[in-house]
């Protein structure tokens, strides 16, 4: 079965923490980039951070400093730790991977993991 599987969502105040993990299925092979993005409630999906198999990561300017995207390719999962969270933070966040499944090369969304940010 292909498909994304996110943790570690839920309520967290402002200032607070977080860490979401996406692990992909087995069935996923040779994954190049890996991401996240978000979409807060009445805005569109946007960009929140990537990173290719070398390691090598973009961030969206307003999450600079605050968050850090790994992976560990051994198994397949990249990491989102989020600091310093704020109420604008709060959105639907999805784990996104680009790989193989079989002969054919492949976008793979996750189904998204909500984080609101709420005192």
């Known amino acids: 079965q292909v498909q994304l599987v996110e943790s570690g969502g839920g309520l967290v105040q402002p200032g607070g923490s977080l860490r979401l993990s996406c692990a992909a299925s087995?069935?996923?092979?040779?994954?190049?980039?890996m991401g996240w993005y978000r979409q807060a409630p009445g805005k569109e999906r946007e960009l929140v951070a990537t990173?290719?198999?070398?390691?090598?990561?973009n961030y969206a300017d307003s999450v600079k400093g605050r968050f850090t995207i790994s992976r560990d390719n051994a198994k397949n999962t990249v990491y989102l730790q989020m600091n310093s969270l704020k109420p604008e933070n709060t959105a639907v966040y999805y784990c996104?991977?680009?790989?193989?499944?079989?002969?054919?090369?492949?976008?793979?969304w996750g189904q998204g993991t909500l984080v609101p940010v709420s005192s």
């Open positions: 087995e069935s996923i092979t040779s994954i190049d980039d």
């Open positions: 990173i290719i198999s070398r390691g090598s990561t």
């Open positions: 996104n991977v680009d790989g193989y499944v079989g002969f054919r090369y492949l976008e793979v």
